[in-house]
């Protein structure tokens, strides 16, 4: 059963923000939010992770609400490259190493 | 600045066939995983180490063995191929220092069984 739930696909002009939500109402006290994304077919990259408060890194930033229940990854400039299958995952730190992979959401950025 | 390193990058074996993919990390991660990913799919995990001489199972386990003997490597075998193995194969690593580290993964072994 899924914890989390993201839109299948999403569209993006190049040059402009994209902003990819994640639901996850049944996230726990001790639970992270991690967002990866997976380019072609090569190996899933590491973009950004959370705990409650919303972080920002060369990459990217991420939102999470007040109440946990969902998140926002966020391109600030998405450019061709950025176009990619895109997973939100949480889980525990124990958990980090045993990661459960939904469908994520195909970002596609539109010239 | 390897990374994580997989071999080989694409094999095709018949059903029945043995083989080994190898899996070597250079960044002294206490933590591997391999994972295998069907086409449209998620990444489901197979089996999984947290140091040298402790695996464990992951979500489908069935039909492949692995061990940890040393922390740079960690092998995953097939006894006997089978169609249903015809796959994309990641491997893993995640540290254990700092600040809930990320996992880092290799390209991939793209396996085909026939």
């Known amino acids: 059963d899924a914890k989390t739930t993201q839109p299948p696909s999403m569209d993006c002009a190049e040059g402009r923000a994209a902003n990819l939500p994640c639901n996850h109402s049944?996230?726990?006290?001790?639970?992270?939010v991690y967002w990866y994304r997976q380019i072609h077919s090569q190996g899933p990259q590491y973009i950004i992770h959370g705990l409650k408060n919303n972080e920002t890194n060369e990459m990217a930033s991420l939102i999470i609400t007040e109440d946990r229940k969902s998140s926002t990854l966020i391109l600030p400039h998405a450019t061709l490259r950025d176009t990619a299958v895109y997973y939100c995952i949480v889980t525990t730190v124990q958990g980090a190493q045993k990661l459960v992979f939904g469908q994520g959401t195909r970002l596609t950025i539109n010239p | 600045n390897a990374g994580v390193t997989q071999t080989p990058k694409f094999q095709v074996l018949k059903t029945g066939q043995s083989m080994t993919l190898q899996c070597a990390q250079d960044m002294n991660h206490e933590y591997m995983s391999w994972y295998r990913q069907d086409p449209g799919m998620g990444l489901r995990l197979i089996h999984y180490?947290?140091?040298?001489?402790?695996?464990d199972q992951g979500e489908v386990p069935n039909g492949y063995n692995v061990s940890r003997s040393t922390t740079e490597d960690f092998p995953l075998r097939l006894l006997s191929a089978a169609p249903s193995q015809t796959s994309v194969y990641f491997c893993?690593?995640?540290?254990?220092?700092?600040?809930?580290?990320?996992?880092?993964f290799g390209d991939g072994t793209r396996l085909s069984i026939l």
């Open positions: 180490s947290v140091g040298a001489g402790i695996t």
């Open positions: 049944t996230i726990s006290g001790n639970e992270y």
């Open positions: 893993a690593s995640r540290g254990t220092g700092g600040r809930n580290q990320p996992q880092h």
